[in-house]
């Protein structure tokens, strides 16, 4: 069965410090993986997503993550937090066009 | 970029009566669209699966009687919780995809039952 591991419930880190969130998964075959963000109250919007190809994804808001196969691995990761990136973030895996499963998410707190 | 709107962003309401949430995609045509449920501190948790034109499929768990679900159109999915209790008050999200593509998710709905 797939599923995802988000080991970390909170992460604080100083304004202008790097970040690296992390997600391990579980999954049958060569999985689609995908990082969220929902500030209080809101939906979900998407960070970035991994379906093949280049390891090293790009996303918005400055976010990256890696894609690593051997240690079931896709950490998200920023190079300079924004006190604006204070959220939770989600990891998922599972089909492009198909349901979801979802790790039980990182909030992010970032300090002056 | 793709759009879901999900409707109303909060209700209340007295334990025993029915709520109904609406998610549009806006500009695009969902095939397939998905209703979440997020407890306070939790993860988000599939409850169900719907295509439009087809009965819903829903996960191990989850009341089908309870959280009736109706995919009507392309562009339109509806979730009601029926005789709604106080233990049904949550964070109900739906997402929605056409095809391949990746899911675009609501805003969400806030159920409080009193």
């Known amino acids: 069965a797939q599923s995802v591991t988000q080991p970390d419930i909170h992460i604080t880190v100083s304004e202008g410090a790097s970040l690296e969130l992390r997600c391990n998964y579980s999954y049958g075959a060569t999985p689609y993986l995908f990082w969220y963000v929902q500030s209080p109250g809101q939906g979900l919007q998407l960070l970035l997503k991994y379906f093949s190809g280049d390891t090293l994804v790009q996303g918005i808001k400055g976010f990256e993550a890696e894609f690593k196969r051997s240690q079931s691995s896709f950490n998200l990761r920023k190079p300079s937090v924004h006190w604006s990136d204070a959220a939770e973030y989600f990891c998922?895996?599972?089909?492009?066009?198909?349901?979801?499963?979802f790790g039980a998410g990182t909030i992010l707190r970032v300090k002056s | 970029g793709a759009v879901v709107s999900q409707h109303p962003s909060r209700v209340i309401c007295k334990s025993g009566t029915s709520v109904k949430i609406e998610c549009r995609s806006l500009?695009?045509?969902?095939?397939?669209m998905f209703w979440y449920r997020q407890f306070p501190k939790q993860s988000l948790m599939l409850m169900a699966t719907s295509n439009e034109g087809s009965k819903a499929t829903y996960e191990q768990g989850v009341e089908k009687d309870k959280f009736l679900i109706n995919h009507a159109s392309l562009t339109l999915s509806t979730l009601t919780v029926t005789s709604a209790h106080p233990e049904d008050s949550s964070f109900y999200i739906c997402?929605?995809?056409?095809?391949?593509?990746?899911?675009?998710f609501g805003n969400g709905t806030r159920l409080t039952v009193t």
């Open positions: 500009d695009f045509q969902a095939t397939t």
């Open positions: 997402s929605a995809s056409a095809g391949n593509s990746p899911l675009h």
């Open positions: 998922a895996v599972g089909e492009r066009g198909n349901k979801l499963v």
